[in-house]
């Protein structure tokens, strides 16, 4: 059965300052894994989808990176900024199912 | 381009009324569709996915029941609701196991 877990619980930063949040999970047999966004009250944002063969996968100022042999994946945001405070997730499926396992989330404040 | 459409954006219903949530894609045929809940302090939990019309798998027995009557319609449905069915609800698709998931704006459901 996966398990994903996201640490911290919650982040609170500086506006400019680069940052990292963890995801781990405890059944390496995925084929991608995603990370959301997710403001208070509102649905999720897809971020980014890695793919199980590629090891990072950029968008703007974020880079997801994926180490499926340590069951773990970083989201790195860069020069972080008050907009991008949110609750962040990541979600890996269980198996080759349809079924997607999400962490419970990492909540990011960017203090101006 | 492809977008999902989920209403009501909240509902205060008493227990033991009924429930109906419609979540509809556009855009794209035959796109997997899932049914998630999230609590507070517990993350997302998967309730229903579809892969096909007619197709209805239950991840979590309860009180709820899901259908899909046309390719791009996937219906949340209740008969007689709890107090522990409040939640945040969100609906999501993707085209295939290994794409990237969309999800909705999600229906704040209140049981009073």
């Known amino acids: 059965k996966q398990e994903v877990t996201q640490i911290p619980a919650a982040l609170s930063v500086p506006e400019g300052e680069n940052l990292v949040l963890n995801c781990s999970f405890t059944?390496?047999?995925?084929?991608?894994l995603q990370w959301f966004r997710q403001d208070p009250g509102k649905g999720l944002t897809s971020l980014l989808l890695i793919q199980s063969s590629q090891r990072e996968q950029t968008s703007g100022r974020l880079n997801a990176s994926l180490d499926k042999s340590s069951g773990r994946s970083t989201l790195y945001i860069a020069a972080s900024q008050p907009g991008d405070s949110a609750t962040y997730l990541c979600?890996?499926?269980?198996?080759?199912?349809?079924?997607?396992?999400f962490g419970k989330g990492t909540k990011l404040t960017v203090n101006p | 381009s492809q977008t999902i459409h989920q209403w009501p954006a909240t509902l205060v219903q008493p227990v033991g009324s009924p429930l109906s949530l419609e979540c509809t894609v556009e855009?794209?045929?035959?796109?997997?569709l899932y049914w998630y809940r999230q609590a507070a302090g517990r993350g997302l939990q998967l309730l229903f996915y579809?892969?096909?019309?007619?197709?209805i798998s239950s991840e979590v027995p309860q009180n709820l029941s899901a259908s899909r009557p046309q390719d791009r319609q996937f219906i949340l449905s209740s008969k007689k609701l709890l107090l522990s069915d409040s939640g945040f609800y969100l609906c999501a698709w993707r085209v295939g196991r290994g794409t990237e998931a969309f999800f909705g704006q999600g229906t704040r459901l209140t049981v009073v």
């Open positions: 979600a890996a499926p269980q198996g080759g199912s349809e079924k997607l396992v």
């Open positions: 059944d390496s047999a995925i084929y991608n």
């Open positions: 855009g794209t045929s035959n796109p997997n």
């Open positions: 579809s892969v096909g019309i007619g197709q």
